[in-house]
């Protein structure tokens, strides 16, 4: 077994659409970055390249490639998965939290659970949502985070 840990923060800008776990959600701003900036789903990469050894989501798909200029992240997911198995990983579980003041996403978390377990082929992914109460950046909505824990077996 081989575990690995990812994170992720974007910023929150006017004119982006908000996107995590590859659901796009009705807000007045979303986040801003090189793909659709979806931090649930880049936290997700990097924890099972940590977890595989295989580097970071940056060296996978740098953002100085054009390539990847507003690519979904659930595509890069699917790369990541396909990287994985050539490996001869299979992915055992991902258990994720976002950090977002707002906005809500209980209705939101079973269908970013299911898209993510779809690009990896397993039912085993948790997605959880929490409120940084108001504290520092985050908690002052001017970004959106998110951490993922992955769990890996050789194959």
Do not use: W
């Not at 950090?99 to 397993?122: D, F, V, Y």
């Amino acid at each position: 077994m081989r575990v690995g840990i990812g994170y992720d923060v974007h910023p929150l800008v006017p004119g982006r659409p908000l996107v995590l776990g590859g659901v796009r959600i009705e807000h007045p701003t979303g986040l801003d970055g090189h793909s659709d900036a979806d931090v649930l789903t880049h936290a997700v990469i990097d924890a099972l390249l940590g977890a595989a050894g295989l580097g970071d989501i940056g060296t996978l798909f740098p953002a100085d490639d054009p390539r990847y200029r507003n690519a979904s992240s659930l595509d890069m997911l699917r790369s990541a998965a396909k990287l994985l198995a050539d490996a001869g990983y299979r992915v055992v579980n991902v258990d994720c939290t976002v950090i977002a003041q707002e906005p809500r996403l209980h209705a939101h978390l079973a269908t970013m659970s299911a898209n993510l377990a779809g690009k990896l082929g397993t039912v085993d992914v948790n997605v959880k949502g929490k409120s940084p109460e108001g504290l520092g950046a985050l908690g002052q909505g001017a970004g959106i985070a998110a951490q993922a824990v992955a769990t890996l077996e050789e194959i």
